[in-house]
């Protein structure tokens, strides 16, 4: 069975998945500090947690990230990546230009195994 992403819990659902495993609150934020600010790829980083925890942590959890499945470029300069996750999910992102600035979408667009969604716009498919 795969383990959860921990990078998909909330703060606040860190503090309690680590609540339950007999460890302070705080420690989430020292963990989301390592996770997002210093971008950790494992806990063996975490050099400011205790090594029992690190070991709970990757018994429980692991630390993955999104990889590039397909990018395309078109003329006007918009980019559009296709990123695979490890439960199998995938994520569009767009890069777009806007009179000559560079602009993203703040929310990627969920994809199910390429399939269109059910109102019926269009996604990158394989």
């Given at each position: 069975m795969m383990k959860p992403?921990?990078?998909?819990?909330?703060?606040?659902?860190?503090?309690?998945?680590?609540?339950?495993?007999?460890?302070?609150?705080?420690?989430?934020?020292?963990?989301?500090?390592?996770?997002?600010?210093k971008r950790a790829t494992a806990f063996a980083e975490m050099t400011n947690l205790s090594?029992?925890?690190?070991?709970?942590?990757?018994?429980?959890?692991?630390?993955?990230?999104?990889?590039?499945?397909?990018?395309?470029?078109?003329?006007?300069?918009?980019?559009?990546?296709?990123?695979?996750l490890a439960d199998g999910e995938m994520w569009i992102w767009l890069r777009v230009l806007c009179n000559g600035a560079v602009g993203s979408e703040e929310k990627p667009q969920r994809e199910r195994d390429s399939r269109p969604d059910p109102g019926g716009e269009s996604n990158v498919s394989g």
């Open positions: 992403n921990i990078k998909d819990l909330s703060l606040q659902e860190c503090e309690a998945r680590l609540v339950g495993l007999q460890q302070p609150a705080y420690r989430a934020r020292q963990i989301w500090q390592w996770l997002f600010h090594a029992s925890l690190r070991g709970q942590l990757d018994e429980e959890f692991s630390i993955s990230r999104p990889q590039i499945v397909r990018k395309e470029e078109s003329l006007d300069g918009t980019e559009k990546f296709l990123f695979g």
